[in-house]
């Protein structure tokens, strides 16, 4: 649970706390506060623009390049991209050193995410395409799985890991998780042995990679003082194994309640470490096995459409009870787990 300074003021007032021991626990919060280099997560109107507006350059810079834009030339392609993570480094930088963590660290990962558009332009001049050649224009590196982009994923984890050993920024994380994504898919012909990957293989390699890395966001999680910092690795994580998973054709009946179970998993991650991102996939997962059932299973059954009112009808009591009992839950699985998972929830147990 979080407690703000009116909160503890308003203790203060009410005689839970003395004086004396307000000030100095505000002492020491503001100390922390100051301390950590990892900017707090919010949701409001600032930090939304400041998200949108770093995704807005991102996307312009790589995800809407048309062939005009690679038409520069390599060493003007390689030029512009290093003069933009130069100029957004610098700005990040700026912001960074006076507490404006936030916008700062996005200006950080936009510079970051220009190492594609550099190494492209490198690969262009040179003709380093591989066995592969020339895979198309910056545009296609986010639309086309092909092993010549391999050297330009490369320089995006080695530039995001750069980065981090200097920022503390979460976002980074999912920069690197993409182009870790895109090397999974690249280097899955030299995983299978084949010159051709199919939708199948795709679908296993997705499957390990999230495993991957949920495993990494786990450690991250257990190993740093931040939430935060391992927010994008659970999120990529998940959709990678979840959509894998959820991909899945041709499963029998037995297959798909086995699916199901899963996605209840999800949901008890959830409740045990307090990660939100579990719930949101477990629920879609659950929901989507309810309309197999809906219209495959008892597509003709009168009853089932009653049926499942009332197990939405039951969730929705489960979700109340839990509310209520939220503290109480809280307490139980804190005298009750091992210390290690205990690690990976929050202080207080309850966002």
């Given at each position: 649970m979080?407690?703000?300074?009116?909160d503890?003021?308003a203790?203060?007032?009410a005689?839970?706390?003395s004086?004396d021991?307000?000030?100095r626990?505000?002492?020491y919060?503001?100390q922390?506060a100051s301390?950590?280099?990892?900017?707090?997560a919010?949701?409001d109107?600032?930090?939304?623009l400041?998200?949108?507006?770093?995704?807005i350059v991102?996307g312009?810079?790589?995800l809407?390049s048309?062939v005009?834009?690679?038409?520069?030339?390599g060493r003007?392609?390689?030029?512009?991209?290093?003069?933009?993570?130069?100029?957004?480094?610098?700005?990040?930088?700026h912001?960074w050193?006076?507490?404006?963590?936030?916008?700062?660290?996005?200006l950080?990962?936009?510079?970051?995410s220009m190492?594609?558009?550099a190494?492209y332009?490198?690969q262009?001049?040179?003709g380093?395409?591989g066995k592969?050649?020339?895979p198309?224009?910056v545009?296609?590196?986010?639309?086309?799985?092909?092993?010549?982009?391999?050297?330009?994923?490369l320089?995006?984890?080695a530039?995001?890991?750069?980065?981090?050993?200097?920022y503390?920024?979460?976002?980074?994380?999912?920069?690197?998780?993409v182009?870790?994504w895109?090397m999974?898919?690249?280097?899955?012909p030299?995983?299978?042995?084949?010159?051709?990957i199919?939708?199948?293989?795709?679908r296993?390699?997705?499957?390990w990679?999230?495993?991957?890395?949920?495993?990494?966001?786990?450690?991250?999680d257990y190993t740093?003082?931040s939430?935060?910092?391992?927010f994008?690795?659970?999120l990529?994580g998940l959709?990678?194994?979840w959509?894998?998973i959820?991909a899945?054709?041709?499963?029998?009946e037995?297959?798909?309640?086995i699916?199901c179970?899963m996605n209840?998993?999800?949901?008890?991650?959830a409740?045990?470490i307090?990660?939100?991102?579990y719930?949101?996939?477990?629920?879609i997962?659950?929901?989507?096995?309810l309309?197999?059932l809906?219209?495959v299973?008892f597509?003709?059954?009168?009853?089932f459409?009653?049926?499942?009112s009332l197990?939405g009808?039951?969730?929705?009591?489960?979700?109340?009870?839990y509310?209520?009992?939220q503290?109480?839950?809280?307490?139980?699985l804190?005298?009750?787990?091992p210390?290690?998972v205990?690690?990976l929830?929050?202080?207080?147990?309850v966002?």
């Amino acid at each position: 649970m979080s407690y703000s300074e009116t909160d503890l003021r308003a203790a203060s007032s009410a005689g839970a706390i003395s004086p004396d021991e307000l000030h100095r626990l505000l002492a020491y919060l503001h100390q922390r506060a100051s301390s950590t280099n990892t900017p707090r997560a919010k949701f409001d109107a600032a930090h939304l623009l400041w998200y949108a507006g770093a995704l807005i350059v991102i996307g312009a810079m790589g995800l809407f390049s048309t062939v005009a834009f690679s038409q520069m030339g390599g060493r003007a392609l390689t030029a512009c991209a290093l003069a933009y993570a130069a100029a957004f480094g610098f700005a990040g930088d700026h912001l960074w050193r006076r507490s404006l963590r936030v916008p700062g660290g996005l200006l950080i990962a936009i510079a970051v995410s220009m190492a594609p558009l550099a190494v492209y332009g490198v690969q262009a001049e040179l003709g380093w395409w591989g066995k592969f050649g020339k895979p198309g224009t910056v545009h296609d590196f986010y639309v086309w799985i092909k092993g010549s982009w391999l050297f330009m994923e490369l320089a995006t984890v080695a530039a995001g890991v750069i980065a981090l050993r200097f920022y503390r920024v979460p976002f980074i994380h999912a920069v690197i998780s993409v182009a870790l994504w895109f090397m999974s898919m690249d280097l899955t012909p030299w995983i299978f042995n084949v010159g051709h990957i199919d939708w199948e293989m795709r679908r296993i390699v997705s499957i390990w990679f999230g495993l991957g890395m949920l495993s990494l966001a786990w450690i991250v999680d257990y190993t740093s003082d931040s939430r935060d910092f391992g927010f994008w690795l659970h999120l990529f994580g998940l959709m990678a194994f979840w959509g894998g998973i959820s991909a899945t054709e041709g499963a029998t009946e037995l297959g798909k309640a086995i699916y199901c179970l899963m996605n209840v998993g999800l949901l008890a991650v959830a409740v045990i470490i307090v990660r939100r991102a579990y719930a949101v996939f477990g629920a879609i997962g659950i929901t989507m096995y309810l309309g197999h059932l809906a219209n495959v299973v008892f597509r003709d059954s009168l009853l089932f459409p009653f049926a499942l009112s009332l197990i939405g009808v039951a969730v929705v009591a489960a979700g109340l009870a839990y509310h209520r009992k939220q503290r109480v839950i809280a307490e139980w699985l804190a005298a009750n787990l091992p210390p290690s998972v205990m690690r990976l929830r929050p202080q207080g147990g309850v966002e």
